[in-house]
């Protein structure tokens, strides 16, 4: 008789082979009908289905941690496969969405399943949804138009059903709107408050889409291109060597729909127009000073995040005064007061490299000896043994 933690084993095994096969079938590689069909029965699956169609679920999350999205996603799965009709099949694809293989006859019942997820685990749940396919083996094709249907929370928003046969087609963009963008500069010039500049990102953003949706690349390219453009133009005199352009470009790209765009877009002007008060000057010294003392005392921990909070500011407007005033940006400042406190505890301390790393706010050893070698022009370890010299 087999013992409990083997069976245990066992039905481990079961479900990753089942998983493994679905994301095979979804990918095109299984040809003949007769053989999926085959396969499903002997994997304890569900072997017939009506017009099979394929829907993928995606729960709206924040968490980063791939292996935390990964056990999250396996207990998705077994929450619906356990509640689910017989005809359907539950399992998660290689880019770790929850897949839904169904009789095209059951598709009403999308909707039921979008609010049980949402209500056990708490978050919104986009549905992308393909169109029906006379076999199995040609589910592949269904699985793709899902992936295009989802694609299209960027202007649907979160928390849709979404039918591939409802996608609008998407238009090129031509040419950079260059008079758009001087509307939204003379917007912004004129703005008495935030409200005033929130609309007037809302407008570019509304004349820009007035024929139509725009092809989602391009809609990500011109709001970089915007970004970039906009601060050399309003900050012309201030020898600002784009402070936000890391830290704002990268996190566009990462957004999911427009709307996060807009706000994004929206917290960035707020920022440009406060540095290009003229009265708010001496108010920005004493931010900036306040910022540095933080920094000074926080040193191990400290983030443009976390100094923003501090001096109640969004993070964008924080590494634009930041870089405006000091002629430096906040992370390398904040590298520069790490690497003088690592030497300090180099020359009277005898902890490890390692330790000092963690002391001052790295928690790769690696990455410190490169950044300090990089500032000092010495390893750690030739600082050390050089007497601080």
Known sequence: MLSKGLLYEDDVILAWMRNRYLQELVSGGRQKNANVKESLSRLNLHPYFTYPAIALLEPVSTAADDRGKMLRMEEMRDYVQQRASLDHV????????????????????????????GDRFGLPVNVGVGKPCSQLCDVHHSYRQAEGALQNKFYRGTGHIIQYGE???????????????????????AADSDADVEEAVEAFYRALLEQGPIDIKAMYELTARLLIGSEKKLLPGANYDSACKKFEIMSIVNMQTLQEIKACVSRFFIGVRGAMQPDQKESHRSIIKKT?????????????????????MTPTYLSLLFKLNTGTTFIEHLTRIRIQKAKE??????????????????????????IFKRKVGLSPTEYRELGGK
Do not use: C
Not at 90 to 115: C, G, N, P, Y
Not at 355 to 368: H, I, K, L, S
């Open 90 to 117: 539950v399992f998660i694809d290689d880019r770790h969405r929850l897949a839904l293989l169904f009789s095209w006859v059951s598709a009403k019942h999308l909707e039921a399943v979008q609010t049980m997820l």
């Open 167 to 189: 996608l609008p087609r998407y238009a090129a963009l031509g040419d950079y709107p260059a008079d758009m963008e001087k509307e939204l500069h003379d917007a912004l010039k």
């Open 292 to 312: 540095i003392q933080y920094m000074e005392q926080e040193y191990q921990a400290a983030s443009l995040q976390s100094a923003a909070q501090k001096v109640y």
């Open 345 to 370: 505890l180099l020359d009277s301390t005898h902890y490890k490299n390692y330790e000092v790393a963690e002391q001052v706010g790295y928690q790769d050893p690696r990455y410190f000896s490169q």
